[in-house]
């Protein structure tokens, strides 16, 4: 007589635990992600919205200074906004104070945008281990017949280990009594790359300004 298959039976909790790994594994694939936290907006502010500004990022390095402008004014062309990235009137180091000034006289900017890191922070948290139930076939040779039982497998837990990069944007007018008008901090989890995290900030940033009336554009 050929050997008969007991009908196997998906528990709930082996189903759970299964959707919960593919889950952790879809969200690890991910990559970093930015959040803007912690913004402000001067309330007396309520002059028109800006419509060509200077960008500023503070980066010493010639070449990610480049980048980071150059993304930051991207994304503002892309909700039509006016800019010009500080690189292309000053190609040399970071402008000082007063070359800002003066090249915002020059080219009539109604606003200064300034992005610098506030730094890296690592963070350290426990990840306590936990238990799940899987299934396994066997055979019973007396009655000749295959079976699913299930057994626990433990699972041990772990220290994960993250990196937030925080990043401050200050928004300056220039017209008459010049002052901040707005804030914001991102806190970019697990950062990849300089160019990514930019482009992530970026994206928070530029619609934000658009939408509290800080940057005239078209709103998203």
């Avoid at 295959?146 to 990069?165: F, L």
């Avoid at 925080?166 to 300089?194: C, I, K, M």
């Amino acid at each position: 007589m050929l050997p008969q298959f007991a009908v196997p039976m998906i528990r709930p909790r082996f189903a759970l635990a299964v959707l919960a790994g593919a889950l952790v594994t879809g969200l690890a694939g991910c990559g970093s992600q930015t959040s803007l936290t912690n913004m402000w907006r001067d309330p007396t502010f309520s002059s028109p919205p800006m419509t060509k500004v200077l960008v500023i990022a503070v980066k010493r390095d010639p070449a990610l200074r480049r980048i980071w402008e150059d993304g930051m004014s991207h994304e503002m062309d892309e909700h039509g906004v006016r800019s010009i990235p500080s690189y292309q009137l000053f190609p040399g180091d970071l402008p000082d104070t007063q070359q800002v000034i003066e090249g915002v006289r020059s080219q009539g900017f109604d606003g200064v945008v300034i992005t610098h890191s506030l730094g890296t922070e690592v963070s350290q948290h426990y990840v306590p281990g936990y238990v799940t139930t899987a299934p396994a076939m066997g055979y019973d040779p007396w009655y000749g017949v295959y079976y699913t039982y299930y057994h626990h497998i433990y699972e041990p837990g772990y220290v994960e280990t993250e990196q937030v990069a925080r990043y401050a944007t200050e928004v300056y007018t220039t017209g008459y009594q010049s002052r901040l008008v707005w804030t914001g901090t991102t806190e970019s989890l697990d950062p990849h790359s300089s160019a990514s995290v930019n482009r992530q900030i970026s994206d928070k940033i530029v619609p934000e300004l658009v939408h509290v009336g800080v940057l005239a554009g078209r709103k998203t």
